[in-house]
């Protein structure tokens, strides 16, 4: 990264950045009237505007996520964002962009500034008719020690990689909410183009398109029997040339078929419990295809209005992050959320999940645990101030993959 923006990142300070978008804000038009708890907004044309900043100090033991000579450092964020929301209550529309930078103390290297814009747009075209279309586009990182860098590629290069992300998506549903069934159709395509260190990473461009039909059928007490085909092409832009002048490619299709429930509050709890069968089919007949069970399960109970404890469970088949032709994971998660009054809450989590590396030669597999403790304090309704501790652990059957970390941080969020 440039001298430049290191200057940039080092002279940040939240007060400049909140006092600048306060400005910009007024001069924007007349503040809307907030609830508690929310961001006031700022009318412009039909958009309501809310400016807000993030900003996270902390304190990481394991930067590079090692097993051994581990650095640390204190990390600094600065997060400042703005949405407009525009909704008649038949159609709505929203725009967003989001700047995150990112300043090492110990490692200037690995300094970063991320943007992020996305717009969404829905029409309710009639009853049983409803369309809805998003776009983002991201320019963005992947820290060193992750992905196609982590445990013994981590110093592979001096700097993180950095990537360029377009996604584009639409959903369209027939059927109301008085129909006995609903069709949804969901069209999805991803574009994922790194910018740097090509010479390792022209390979891992790629494009990802995605076709899903799910079928719900109203079975009584707001809840709903859901039929779910989707089909995914993924379709790698460079593939590499091997020894015997073959193409080497990672080029797949992945199907899933699901069934499965939803239902709304019923009651102290919420869901969606999803069962089936996966297959992801490669192009080159010398990597092994896959086929297996398959499920989805986030179940949210509520005993108290102020208290919620959420389940996740799930199975997945990521790309390769540079080991075998791809990832078989399993996931695991618990998430309470409790508010303790007006302004305290807290946050307690933990994952657990079973990284396989299906087609590895050295049959990588990793087990990855994380448990954290997030505390906030509403000190006005503008603005929020929070702590979190955060533990990280890799527990890999492949030398130098292990590590250990412990993250401390402190959080301010401020808004109009």
């Given at each position: 990264?440039?001298?430049?923006?290191?200057?940039?990142?080092?002279?940040?300070?939240?007060?400049?950045?909140?006092?600048?978008?306060?400005?910009?804000?007024?001069?924007?038009?007349?503040?809307?009237?907030?609830?508690?708890?929310?961001?006031?907004?700022?009318?412009?044309?039909?958009?309501?505007?809310?400016?807000?900043?993030?900003?996270?100090?902390?304190?990481?033991?394991?930067?590079?996520?090692?097993?051994s000579?581990e650095?640390?450092?204190?990390?600094?964020?600065?997060?400042?964002?703005?949405?407009?929301?525009?909704?008649?209550?038949?159609?709505?529309?929203?725009?967003?962009?989001?700047?995150?930078?990112?300043y090492?103390?110990?490692?200037?290297?690995?300094?970063?500034?991320?943007?992020?814009?996305?717009?969404d747009?829905?029409?309710?075209?009639?009853?049983?008719?409803?369309?809805?279309?998003?776009?983002?586009?991201?320019a963005?990182?992947?820290?060193?020690?992750?992905?196609?860098?982590?445990?013994?590629?981590?110093?592979?290069?001096?700097?993180?990689?950095?990537?360029?992300?377009?996604?584009?998506?639409?959903?369209?549903?027939?059927?109301?909410?008085?129909?006995?069934?609903?069709?949804?159709?969901?069209?999805?395509?991803?574009?994922?183009?790194?910018?740097?260190?090509?010479?390792?990473?022209?390979?891992?461009?790629?494009?990802?398109i995605?076709l899903?039909?799910?079928?719900?059928?109203?079975?009584?007490?707001?809840?709903?029997?859901?039929?779910?085909?989707?089909?995914?092409?993924?379709?790698?832009?460079?593939?590499?040339t091997?020894?015997?002048?073959?193409?080497?490619?990672?080029?797949?299709?992945?199907?899933?078929a699901?069934?499965?429930?939803?239902?709304?509050?019923?009651?102290?709890?919420?869901?969606?419990?999803?069962?089936?069968?996966?297959?992801?089919?490669?192009?080159?007949?010398?990597?092994?295809?896959?086929s297996?069970?398959?499920?989805?399960?986030?179940?949210?109970?509520?005993?108290?209005?102020?208290?919620?404890?959420?389940?996740?469970?799930?199975?997945?088949?990521?790309?390769?992050?540079?080991?075998?032709?791809?990832?078989?994971?399993?996931?695991?998660?618990?998430?309470?959320?409790?508010?303790?009054?007006?302004?305290?809450?807290?946050?307690?989590?933990?994952?657990?999940?079973?990284?396989?590396?299906?087609?590895?030669?050295?049959?990588?597999?990793?087990?990855?645990?994380?448990?954290?403790?997030?505390?906030?304090?509403?000190?006005?309704?503008?603005?929020?101030?929070?702590?979190?501790?955060?533990?990280?652990?890799?527990?890999?059957?492949?030398?130098?993959?292990?590590?250990?970390?412990?993250?401390?941080?402190?959080?301010?969020?401020?808004?109009?």
């Amino acid at each position: 990264m440039s001298d430049r923006s290191n200057f940039c990142l080092s002279s940040f300070s939240s007060n400049s950045l909140i006092c600048s978008f306060a400005l910009v804000s007024l001069s924007f038009g007349c503040f809307s009237v907030a609830k508690a708890g929310e961001p006031a907004t700022v009318d412009v044309g039909i958009f309501k505007v809310a400016p807000i900043v993030m900003s996270d100090q902390e304190y990481n033991d394991n930067i590079f996520s090692q097993e051994s000579d581990e650095k640390n450092s204190w990390v600094s964020v600065i997060s400042p964002s703005v949405q407009a929301k525009a909704d008649n209550g038949v159609h709505a529309y929203s725009l967003g962009y989001q700047l995150e930078a990112g300043y090492y103390e110990n490692s200037t290297d690995d300094n970063y500034i991320d943007h992020h814009l996305d717009a969404d747009a829905e029409w309710e075209l009639n009853q049983r008719h409803k369309l809805a279309v998003n776009a983002g586009y991201s320019a963005t990182h992947e820290d060193r020690g992750t992905g196609f860098s982590q445990g013994t590629a981590t110093f592979n290069n001096d700097s993180p990689d950095e990537f360029q992300e377009i996604n584009l998506g639409a959903n369209y549903t027939f059927g109301g909410i008085r129909t006995k069934g609903r069709l949804v159709t969901a069209l999805e395509y991803l574009d994922v183009r790194f910018t740097n260190h090509r010479g390792q990473t022209r390979g891992r461009d790629r494009e990802d398109i995605k076709l899903a039909e799910t079928f719900y059928w109203d079975i009584g007490g707001s809840t709903d029997a859901l039929f779910e085909l989707a089909y995914t092409n993924v379709d790698y832009k460079n593939d590499p040339t091997s020894v015997s002048g073959s193409t080497d490619t990672l080029d797949n299709e992945l199907v899933k078929a699901l069934v499965g429930v939803t239902w709304l509050a019923t009651g102290k709890t919420e869901g969606t419990v999803k069962f089936g069968y996966a297959e992801k089919n490669f192009d080159d007949s010398d990597r092994d295809d896959f086929s297996g069970f398959d499920w989805s399960v986030a179940v949210k109970w509520s005993p108290k209005a102020y208290s919620s404890l959420t389940i996740n469970t799930g199975r997945r088949q990521d790309e390769s992050n540079g080991s075998g032709d791809f990832i078989d994971g399993q996931d695991f998660g618990l998430v309470w959320k409790h508010a303790w009054s007006d302004r305290f809450n807290t946050q307690l989590s933990t994952n657990y999940s079973i990284e396989d590396y299906k087609g590895d030669v050295n049959k990588q597999e990793d087990d990855l645990l994380d448990y954290s403790l997030r505390v906030n304090y509403e000190m006005r309704r503008w603005l929020t101030l929070g702590t979190s501790f955060t533990y990280e652990e890799r527990d890999s059957n492949q030398e130098g993959e292990d590590f250990t970390r412990n993250i401390v941080a402190l959080h301010i969020e401020a808004s109009l």
